[in-house]
């Protein structure tokens, strides 16, 4: 019975997506919106134990800056409706031509993409759960770059295919995150073809390396660090923002150049920080757009008791010149 009513949520699921996507061209885009907001609204107070969750790491990450509880809440609500507003934008786009794509939702710092991928040895696109940050592989497809992306497929073999073929729709090329081995198999035959590789690196876990990370010693994924210094891939933060017009733009920062050590897993742990720096910057530029949700449980440590050897890299030097104008 388990197995069965684990099934059954897949295929609705399943189902629900794919009767969606079929009937958004159908209804104005404006109700859309406006449902979205109010389905929104709806979850962010039956979910409660998230948005608390939330409202409480955004008090240890911004504590200092944001002080009242009220205004606590009125960031985290941002970030819920911008998620939301995030799956309504990711369902419409699959009815959108390149055209459309590439005039709705702008983009900067092309010139280091094309820069990056004149190397060919392929692109790192390093980047967070920030903004629309389902449409960043849209838009970059969009723009005839080849390009693929590492997921945590679902559980759930059939639903797992229905998203990778709506992805395929869009120039999309899928990586699942797992088995390891064939992710890493995946992402080197990507890079090896000259293609942008999109890894979502702010989710704060066990293992990984230590760093500081809004305010906190945690654990970051030590795969994106790995991989630009072992194959020379260009590593470019890119980062697709919500303007306060609602509209969408696709920030590209300059390289990342790799810390290159005489040791191999300090030159990791040294670019690994540097990574989580160019995330937290991005973060900071845009905290009401970032899903706070990304620290791990009981594993924070606040900077005033690190432990001895976690790395404290200064403020990145080759922050995105396109974010810091912004």
Same mark, same amino acid.
């Given at each position: 019975m388990g197995h069965f009513f684990y099934q059954l949520r897949y295929r609705i699921g399943e189902y629900a997506l794919r009767g969606l996507v079929g009937i958004l061209p159908w209804i104005p885009y404006r109700w859309l919106v406006l449902f979205t907001s109010f389905c929104a609204w709806i979850s962010f107070g039956l979910l409660w134990k998230y948005r608390v969750r939330m409202e409480e790491n955004?008090?240890?990450?911004?504590?200092?800056? $944001?002080?009242?509880?009220?205004?606590?809440?009125?960031?985290?609500? @941002?970030?819920?409706?911008?998620? /939301?507003?995030?799956?309504?934008?990711?369902?419409?786009?699959?009815?959108?031509?390149? @055209?459309?794509?590439? &005039?709705?939702?702008?983009?900067? #710092?092309?010139e280091h993409l094309k820069r990056a991928l004149a190397r #060919?040895?392929?692109?790192?696109? +390093?980047?967070?759960?920030?903004?629309? !940050?389902?449409? $960043?592989?849209?838009?970059? /497809? /969009?723009?005839?770059? *080849?390009?693929s992306v590492v997921v945590k497929q679902p559980g759930d073999e059939h639903f797992a295919r229905c998203l990778d073929d709506l992805r395929a729709q869009l120039g999309i090329r899928t990586i699942s995150a797992k088995p390891r081995k064939e992710a890493v198999r995946g992402i080197l035959? &990507?890079?090896?073809?000259?293609?942008?590789?999109?890894?979502?690196?702010?989710?704060?876990?066990?293992g990984g390396v230590m760093v500081d990370f809004m305010g906190q010693t945690s654990p970051a994924p030590r795969g994106p660090a790995t991989l630009a210094l072992r194959t020379g891939a260009v590593t470019l933060p890119i980062f697709s923002t919500r303007r306060?017009? #609602?509209?969408?733009? +696709?920030?590209?920062?300059?390289?990342?150049? *790799?810390?290159?050590?005489?040791?191999?897993?300090? &030159?990791?742990a040294?670019?690994?920080?540097? !990574?989580?720096?160019?995330?937290?910057?991005?973060?900071?530029?845009?905290?009401? @757009?970032?899903?706070?949700? #990304?620290?791990?449980?009981?594993?924070?440590?606040?900077r005033s008791e690190d432990k001895k050897g976690t790395l404290q890299m200064p403020a990145p030097t080759f922050a995105p010149d396109r974010i810091d104008e912004r």
């Open positions: 955004v008090a240890m990450a911004l504590g200092d800056e $944001i002080v009242s509880p009220a205004d606590r809440k009125a960031l985290v609500w @941002q970030a819920w409706r911008n998620f /939301a507003l995030g799956v309504l934008e990711t369902c419409a786009v699959m009815h959108l031509s390149k @055209q459309t794509i590439v &005039s709705t939702i702008a983009m900067e #710092g092309e #060919g040895k392929g692109v790192l696109a +390093l980047s967070a759960h920030l903004g629309a !940050f389902t449409m $960043i592989g849209a838009r970059v /497809a /969009a723009g005839d770059y *080849p390009f035959k &990507s890079l090896r073809e000259n293609r942008v590789v999109l890894v979502i690196a702010d989710e704060f876990k066990s306060p017009d #609602g509209s969408l733009c +696709l920030l590209i920062g300059p390289e990342i150049p *790799p810390v290159r050590l005489a040791d191999l897993e300090e &030159s990791v040294a670019t690994t920080a540097l !990574f989580t720096r160019h995330l937290e910057d991005a973060i900071r530029r845009y905290p009401e @757009q970032w899903n706070w949700l #990304g620290f791990p449980r009981n594993s924070r440590i606040p």
